[in-house]
């Protein structure tokens, strides 16, 4: 593809302390330069293409990591046909059956006044002393559901017409908010934000929303889910391996490989 970047720009590994992380990264082909490469299925065959090369969507920007010394993120993915809920799981999903599950693709639902105010919330708890203004929230997820470009332009169309939001709620009450990413074939989990209050806290809200994105995959006919980096040596992104079974992405080979 033409719009390569040859990698982004070095920065501070966001997993590991004095670690650079670096990126292969493309600009995610526009309707039209997708039709002509992938044919009518257009942006979304174009996207299950990309994420089976293990890579993530960011804005407008496809990335994977590319980091020459260290090779601990890997892209794991779930083959639905081939997954089964253990029993702790099936627990967790009855502990939230008070929970509403809803699902939503109008833009114009991605940054509500209540999205907003969840996300600086969710924000605080990992940057206590950041102050964040609700414009600068707003815009934060208008990029993150894939409608800013890279000039920082508002788009009235999506630049991947892929988003929608699942939106999890307690009587009425907004706690918590996954960006999930479709293609024809596979759904990725883009991200996941919720409140921090202690009693939704012991609910384990990220792991719920992963067994919902599943049971979505399930319902509909989805081949794979994506759940984006698995790295064994980190807390926070080592809990992928509890979904079974799964397949990681071997980066030498570029081949799946089945873990039970």
Known sequence: ????????????????????????????????????????????????????????????????????????????????DDFCFSKSQRSLIRKNSDVTVTVTFNQQDFATPEKVALMKKYNLRHEPDKKETDSEVRFLLLSMNGLVDLDDTINEEPVFNGVMNMEYRLEGKLIGCGIVDIGNDSLSSNYFYYDTDSDIMKRSLGTFSILQEIKYCMENDFEFYYLGYYIADCKKMSYKARFKPHETRDLETACWTRCD
């Open 1 to 80: 593809m033409e719009d390569k970047f040859d990698s982004l720009s070095p920065s501070e590994c966001g997993y590991f302390e004095n670690k650079i992380s670096m990126s292969e990264a493309y600009l995610f082909p526009t309707k039209e330069v997708a039709f002509e490469i992938f044919g009518r299925r257009s942006q979304k065959a174009a996207f299950d293409f990309f994420l089976a090369q293990g890579f993530r969507r960011n804005g407008r920007i496809i990335y994977r990591e590319t980091c020459p010394h260290c090779q601990k993120c890997v892209p794991i993915r779930i083959r639905i």
